[in-house]
């Protein structure tokens, strides 16, 4: 039986997958049209953002100068070919400014409704009320209303397409008459459009392999046509059907649990009902074959007569009950006999006949139920008797009993089923032949009225005409979309979870799941996630995407890829300057810019921050492509008005190719990064194309960070020291820590290389910390081998001057190692004091109060203002070792290596030659008057350890 009963439920839920097939089409139907309307909406706002700077017209009315107006007009025109004229009005229509239009009449398009563009009409209001005084109209060419097909950008509408329809549907863009603007796949030609031209009906019979719609904008010439695979559509169907066969069937499993128990109960009170009357027939049979019991009483005699079955009910043997009415009366039940009282009693009324009810003790202890019935008959001499029969009953007193009951039990399991549906926590009805039969609180609330309740209601005043032939067709079970009707507020959009209620007659029940927040929800996701809330652009995750897609593309039609990153210089001192809200509002505009730079032939996104990443598929040489870049450079540096002033930014810009650069979509905007990062090292403003050796740089960038930042210094840095010398006799006044990195990567062992890296990445600040220690530690070990007297001489970075307390860290080196403040002195370049002078020269006071020596070291390579370098606390002037080279070539003009010694002596200090190498350059020096020098001639910069040897060195003038 129960196989039966499933064999039957399969075939239904089988029946009902194919209905489900009849409603994914009409679903599908309904997703196309809204695809359709979506894309309408689309690429309406596209064309919104493409006219975005002609909007932006409106703006330079706050100006009205005619010069100031007819220049921004001229500017817009140029980079919209496609619209010929524009004109500001002031509210007459009297001309303000006009290019490319002279003399036209411009009255009817004051007429024009509020931003109706590019219409048949010759002329059209694209701006109108700011300011109220003025309008800013364009004139377009009426002969080609098709040129709107330059305002859509073909890629991000593909790219909403893929999120509307995916791969299954076709979804195409024309003009309407029939030009191709933009479609989701390739190979559509204009007669594709004629097939589908009349609107919402497939030209072929139902047999069509397709479904479509198609749908006109209301504000531009466009048209959207949308068709989807039959066979597209049955595939997603068989996707679906199984999990949902299962469902239906777990559901259907349910509800019969749920019927299962109505039922059982049901039968349970036929089985009692029937066993009632079963025993009421085996009275019958009892009574007509004369199991009755008979009896006649005198009660004025107290005896009674018994028939022979009184003996089988009351189990007493005949011997034993004697005829005494007593005897009967101790065998009632004791609760009973107050009730066998008051029927004896009756009897004063009337003859009867009466029934008693009630219980007899047996005294095999068995208890018995019995009826006793009786009449009083008078004869013609007054006398009276009692006559009557008594019936056992006990079998149909405990039917009675079981059936009171069952009855308790089966109104107890209907409330609890009803219990069941109204806890559901979704509205819910159950509809049967088109009317609610039920609904829970919920769906009360959400369908209905206070006033009203929903019981008895045409279901037709909440759902659609297909929702309702959905439930009319009954014994199914799924899921539908569907708009509901409220009777008050607005219609939503519910997803409705069918099922048949199996209780005899068809019905359905409905449970609803109001899933428009769900869809909003969804769709602002969508977008969130894949665009940049501040400037509308795609976003870092979405560029990429559309990068991976334009790679493909590339490589299959052999054309070119151009990726840019583009980062705007100093933003963050517009940023810090005028505050992060203006800040917004110059990235803003400079998104417009860029797509004006790009003549929309690109996709631009903002990668982060102030960084953007164009990408620009290109057919001819890349020369031409790499064109562009002076157009980007031309637009971001045209003056900016933010917050009342008037700002210049400027650019720098990475360049890479696909797939000379990188064959994936993160390595591209990696090299494009890099290479605009080396723009950046190249002093700005300016672009650079990637290179591998780029990468290489990056890769010593990312080492020098990672090793040179961690606590390992010892490690990793050591010291060498060269020494100072007397130029006449040669001995030693002083050595200089240089900074050496023996396990470097590259030709970072050398401090030419390393020194500027570390300056870049900020590292210098901790690893001068680390030199001015380690040589402060080393001291009293020169100071064995060269004598007290000797100073040790420490390179300041600019930065340390600036970032970091150098003071404080002074101090503490000379504290911490004990050496002594006189023997330390202290060198840096003229540009580290340019920073904050007045900082400057105040630390090197307090140093010099400490008694730390300061030296301006490569001295002639900076500014050498005098004026200036009088105001600095020096000891010495290092003349750079460029001057002292210079004098190698003997014939070389010696008058600025003269000028720079005369300079320095001048400056009443020190004066120390670095870089000397011949004797001739020592005596040279000497004759000018410069007594201290440093260079090969004496020693190359050796390790602590072979200091030693510069104790005496032979004395080169003499040699
Ligand atoms: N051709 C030639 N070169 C000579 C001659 N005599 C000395 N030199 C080189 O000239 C540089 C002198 O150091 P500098 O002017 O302070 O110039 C230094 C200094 O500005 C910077 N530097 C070195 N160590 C440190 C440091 O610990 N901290 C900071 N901030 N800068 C350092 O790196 C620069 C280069 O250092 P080095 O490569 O060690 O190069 C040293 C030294 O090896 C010579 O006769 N002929």
């Known amino acids: 039986m129960s196989a039966i009963v499933s064999i039957g439920v399969i075939a239904l839920v089988a029946v009902l997958q194919v209905d489900g097939y009849r409603r994914m089409v009409a679903v599908q139907r309904k997703q196309i049209s809204a695809a359709a309307n979506a894309l309408v909406r689309m690429v309406d706002q596209q064309i919104d953002s493409s006219l975005g700077p002609l909007l932006a017209l409106r703006n330079v009315v706050d100006d009205p100068a005619p010069d100031v107006l007819r220049q921004r007009l001229a500017e817009v025109q140029a980079r919209h070919p496609e619209l010929p004229g524009f004109v500001a009005l002031d509210a007459r229509g009297g001309v303000l400014a006009a290019v490319g239009t002279a003399g036209a009449d411009w009255a009817p398009a004051m007429r024009a409704p509020p931003l109706s563009l590019l219409g048949a009409t010759v002329r059209v209001a694209i701006g109108t009320t700011t300011p109220p005084s003025m309008r800013v109209l364009v004139a377009t060419r009426a002969a080609e209303p098709a040129a709107i097909g330059t305002l859509i950008d073909a890629d991000g509408v593909r790219d909403g397409m893929t999120h509307m329809m995916l791969a299954r549907g076709t979804l195409a863009v024309f003009s309407p008459e029939g030009r191709l603007f933009v479609a989701n796949r390739e190979g559509i030609s204009p007669h594709w459009h004629d097939a589908w031209n009349n609107e919402g009906h497939a030209p072929a019979d139902e047999d069509s392999d397709h479904f479509h719609a198609r749908v006109a904008s209301a504000r531009y010439p466009f048209v959207v046509v949308v068709t989807v695979d039959r066979a597209g559509v049955f595939e997603e169907w068989m996707r679906q059907a199984q999990p949902s066969m299962l469902g239906g069937l777990a559901l259907i499993v349910l509800l019969n649990v749920g019927a299962g128990v109505f039922t059982r109960a049901y039968r349970h009170q036929v089985r009692l009902v029937e066993a009632l009357s079963r025993t009421t027939r085996h009275l019958g049979d009892v009574q007509r074959t004369g199991h009755i019991g008979l009896w006649e009483a005198d009660l004025s005699t107290g005896t009674i007569a018994w028939s022979g079955h009184v003996h089988e009910i009351t189990g007493f043997p005949p011997e034993r009950m004697e005829g005494r009415q007593g005897t009967y009366f101790k065998l009632i039940h004791p609760e009973d006999q107050p009730g066998m009282v008051a029927w004896l009693?009756?009897?004063?009324?009337?003859?009867?006949?009466?029934?008693?009810?009630?219980?007899?003790?047996?005294?095999?202890?068995r208890e018995v139920q019995v009826v006793l019935r009786g009449a009083r008959i008078t004869d013609e001499g007054g006398a009276s008797i009692l006559t009557g029969t008594i019936t056992e009953i006990t079998a149909l007193h405990e039917t009675r009993l079981r059936l009171r009951d069952s009855d308790r039990d089966l109104a107890a399991s209907e409330a609890a089923y009803r219990q069941l549906l109204a806890r559901v926590p979704l509205p819910l009805v159950i509809v049967r032949d088109g009317l609610i039969e039920y609904a829970n609180l919920f769906a009360e609330r959400r369908l209905g009225r206070e006033d009203r309740s929903l019981l008895g209601r045409d279901a037709a005043d909440f759902l659609d005409s297909e929702t309702l032939e959905a439930i009319g067709r009954g014994g199914e079970s799924g899921n539908i979309t569907a708009w509901l009707e409220p009777e008050e507020g607005m219609p939503f959009e519910a997803e409705l979870a069918l099922s048949q209620v199996r209780d005899g007659s068809r019905g359905t029940l409905v449970i609803m799941r109001d899933v428009t927040e769900q869809r909003r929800y969804e769709e602002r996701l969508n977008h969130q996630a894949t665009h940049d809330e501040l400037t509308g652009l795609p976003n870092r995750r979405s560029l990429r995407e559309t990068l991976q897609r334009l790679i493909a593309r590339t490589a299959l039609d052999d054309s070119g890829l151009m990726v840019l990153f583009i980062d705007l210089d100093h933003f963050k001192?517009?940023?810090?300057?005028?505050?992060?809200?203006?800040?917004?509002?110059?990235?803003?505009?400079?998104?417009?810019?860029?797509?004006?730079?790009?003549?929309?032939?690109?996709?631009?996104?903002?990668?982060?921050?102030?960084?953007?990443?164009?990408?620009?598929?290109?057919?001819?040489?890349?020369?031409?492509?790499?064109?562009?870049?002076?157009?980007?450079?031309?637009?971001?540096?045209?003056?900016?008005?933010?917050?009342?002033?008037?700002?210049?930014?400027r650019c720098s810009i990475g360049v890479a190719f696909a797939t000379r650069d990188g064959a994936d979509a993160d390595t591209l905007i990696r090299n494009a990064d890099t290479a605009m990062y080396d723009a950046k090292r190249s002093g700005r403003h300016t672009w650079k194309r990637y290179s591998p050796d780029m990468h290489a740089v990056a890769m010593a960038r990312l080492t020098v960070l990672s090793r040179l930042s961690g606590a390992h210094l010892d490690d990793e840095l050591a010291l060498v020291w060269q020494t100072q010398h007397a130029?006449?006799?040669?001995?030693?006044?002083?050595?200089?820590?240089?900074?050496?990195?023996?396990?470097?990567?590259?030709?970072?062992?050398?401090?030419?290389?390393?020194?500027?890296l570390l300056e870049e990445t900020g590292a210098i600040v901790q690893i001068g910390q680390w030199v001015l220690r380690e040589a402060c530690r080393q001291q009293r070990r020169i100071a064995q081998l060269l004598g007290p007297d000797c100073r040790i001489a420490v390179n300041i970075?600019?930065?340390?001057?600036?970032?970091?307390?150098?003071?404080?860290?002074?101090?503490?080196?000379?504290?911490?190692?004990?050496?002594?403040?006189s023997s330390l002195e202290l060198e840096l370049t003229e540009s580290a004091f340019m920073q904050e002078p007045e900082r400057a020269i105040q630390t090197l006071h307090e140093l010099r109060a400490m008694g730390v020596s300061i030296a301006l070291d490569d001295f002639g390579t900076g500014y050498s203002n005098l004026m200036y370098l009088s105001r600095l606390p020096l000891d010495k002037v290092k003349i750079d070792r460029h001057f002292t080279s210079a004098l190698l070539q003997e014939d070389v003009d010696a008058s600025i290596c003269r000028s720079i010694v005369f300079l320095a002596r001048n400056l009443r200090l020190e004066v120390v030659a670095e870089g000397v190498e011949t004797p001739w350059q020592r005596r040279w020096l000497m004759a000018e008057g410069c007594t201290a020098m440093q260079g090969w001639l004496f020693s190359r910069p050796v390790p602590?350890?072979?200091?030693?040897?510069?104790?005496?060195?032979a004395d080169p003038v003499a040699s």
């Open 573 to 649: 001192v517009i940023n810090d300057a005028l505050g992060h809200a203006l800040g917004d509002q110059v990235l803003r505009d400079i998104t417009l810019r860029l797509g004006d730079a790009l003549f929309g032939e690109g996709h631009v996104g903002r990668f982060g921050g102030d960084e953007f990443v164009a990408m620009l598929p290109f057919t001819g040489p890349v020369a031409q492509a790499l064109q562009v870049l002076p157009r980007i450079q031309a637009a971001i540096e045209e003056p900016l008005e933010v917050g009342g002033t008037v700002q210049r930014l």
């Open 345 to 365: 009693r009756r009897f004063e009324q009337g003859d009867g006949p009466y029934d008693v009810e009630h219980r007899l003790c047996r005294p095999d202890g």
């Open 944 to 953: 602590l350890d072979e200091l030693g040897a510069q104790v005496a060195p």
């Open 797 to 821: 970075s600019a930065q340390q001057l600036v970032n970091a307390d150098l003071v404080a860290e002074v101090r503490r080196a000379l504290e911490e190692t004990g050496a002594p403040a």
């Open 727 to 756: 130029g006449d006799d040669g001995r030693v006044i002083g050595v200089e820590a240089l900074l050496r990195w023996p396990s470097a990567p590259g030709d970072l062992d050398m401090p030419d290389r390393l020194v500027p």
